[in-house]
């Protein structure tokens, strides 16, 4: 694949926009690891993951439903946000209270950046519909930049402390909630999109689909505390920093892109060169992305923490091998939403979680040996249980094939898209 085309890959500059923002937020882990005490890293690395694992779900899938139809942001949409990722905060307070021990400060920060994050993924959905997609980039990103500000503030401040970083959290995904909910609404005033309400039913889909889906990225780091200690939570958060930062970015832009993309396709030959085209961009990144993390990873690692955090090369290895999995399943979720019904939106639904279960399995298993196997175990856990969904989406893409040959041109929906049937 040229270079150029490549580069065209939407999946790829939205990685890329990801990118930019996880570089940040990875440079601001290493900083905060090297300023930090490992005690007080490892706690913050467990809030992140905590965050990581449930802000996705705050606006209870009607962010995700809002890409299959023409919700609209207004006083109702925002009633409803404030009460779904307050539930979703409280809940996620508890787990950190009740599993993990946190403290009250941090339980509150927690708390109040996942409702934040709640608002700004409802605008963010509505700016990816839009095509508005380095909006909603911004809107995503906001809370890497504070990061990177907290942990050089950390370092030349000699901070002890994980609150500024926890503060920092908080302020960034506000700034960017408020910033995407104003732009979401101005372009909402210029649209024409008949509006339409997301069922409740799929709604509730996706809210379970997208919690499976968070739940898999940070797996490593909510077992990690809890078999190997605090200590291996504040290794595998550098880790995670250096070596898995590339795979995760491009996981996000796969799912963050390709879905809006096969939605407006309106042609079999449009529909089926946009999933060559994007898997051939993913395939080509997956490979670089591994060669250079091995690498680099080991001395940039050393050499930004002052030696005081180190990283085998069977480590790094391991990371590759989980990051490349973690892309695989993200890819059968962009296809299903694009194209499936109610039906397949269930049937993916047990299906990821049966990817957690085999995910979670082998993490827990390598555990036991040691980081290294932990991260080996989740890798090779994922990709086992990712069969079924693969086989799902094939299902679907046949399926969908079939009716953009069949519709008439009055049958498409506004973007090119067969008007589906749900299957309630």
């Known amino acids: 694949m040229q270079l150029g085309r490549l580069l065209r890959s939407s999946s790829l500059q939205a990685a890329l926009g990801f990118g930019v923002g996880g570089v940040a937020f990875a440079l601001g882990n290493l900083l905060l690891a090297r300023a930090l005490p490992v005690s007080e890293y490892g706690k913050y690395s467990l809030a992140v993951a905590i965050f990581n694992t449930f802000w996705m779900t705050a606006p209870l899938g009607f962010d995700e439903g809002s890409l299959r139809r023409h919700s609209q942001l207004g006083a109702r949409a925002f009633a409803r946000a404030t009460l779904t990722g307050g539930g979703v905060a409280l809940l996620a307070a508890l787990v950190g209270r009740l599993v993990y021990q946190l403290d009250f400060a941090t339980l509150a920060f927690l708390a109040a950046a996942i409702m934040a994050a709640g608002y700004g993924a409802m605008a963010s959905a509505l700016l990816r519909r839009a095509g508005a997609q380095t909006a909603a980039l911004a809107v995503n ?26 503060i920092g959290l908080v302020v960034g995904v506000s700034l960017g909630a408020v910033g995407g909910w104003l732009q979401a609404r101005r372009l909402q005033a210029r649209s024409s999109e008949v509006h ?28 990690a505390p809890k078999v190997l200690g605090v200590e291996a939570l504040a290794n595998f958060a550098v880790l995670a920093s250096v070596a898995l930062f590339p795979f995760r970015m491009l996981r996000s832009g796969v799912g963050f892109s390709l879905a809006p993309k096969l939605r407006r396709a309106a042609t079999i030959a449009e529909r089926n060169r946009i999933i060559v085209h994007e898997i051939g961009a993913v395939v080509a990144v997956l490979s670089v992305a591994s060669a250079a993390v091995i690498l680099v990873a080991p001395p940039l690692t050393e050499r930004l923490t002052s030696g005081k955090y180190q990283l085998s090369l069977a480590l790094v290895a391991a990371a590759c091998l989980n990051g490349a999995a973690k892309v695989l399943t993200g890819l059968p979720r962009a296809f299903i939403t694009a194209s499936g ?50 086989q799902l989406a094939r299902q679907v893409l046949k399926r969908s094939e079939q009716a953009l040959g069949d519709a008439r041109p009055e049958q498409r929906a506004p973007g090119g898209v067969v008007a589906a049937k749900s299957e309630a």
Do not use: Y
């Not at 000699?158 to 609150?163: F, H, I, Q, V």
């Not at 069922?199 to 490593?220: C, D, K, R, T, Y």
């Not at 019904?341 to 399995?361: E, F, H, K, P, Y």
């Open 141 to 166: 990103n906001s809370a890497n930049w504070a990061v990177i500000v907290c942990g050089a503030a950390s370092l030349l401040l000699k901070l002890k402390t994980s609150e500024l970083a926890l």
């Open 196 to 223: 339409e309400e997301v069922p409740l039913h799929e709604a509730l889909n996706f809210v379970s689909i997208l919690a499976a889906g968070a739940v898999i990225v940070q797996l490593e780091r909510l077992v």
């Open 341 to 390: 019904t109610s039906n397949d939106l269930r049937a993916l639904n047990w299906q990821s979680w049966l990817m957690i279960v085999c995910s979670g399995g082998g993490a827990w298993l390598g555990a036991h040996v040691s980081l290294t196997g932990l991260v080996l175990g989740a890798g090779l856990g994922a990709i086992l249980g990712v069969v079924p969904s693969l």
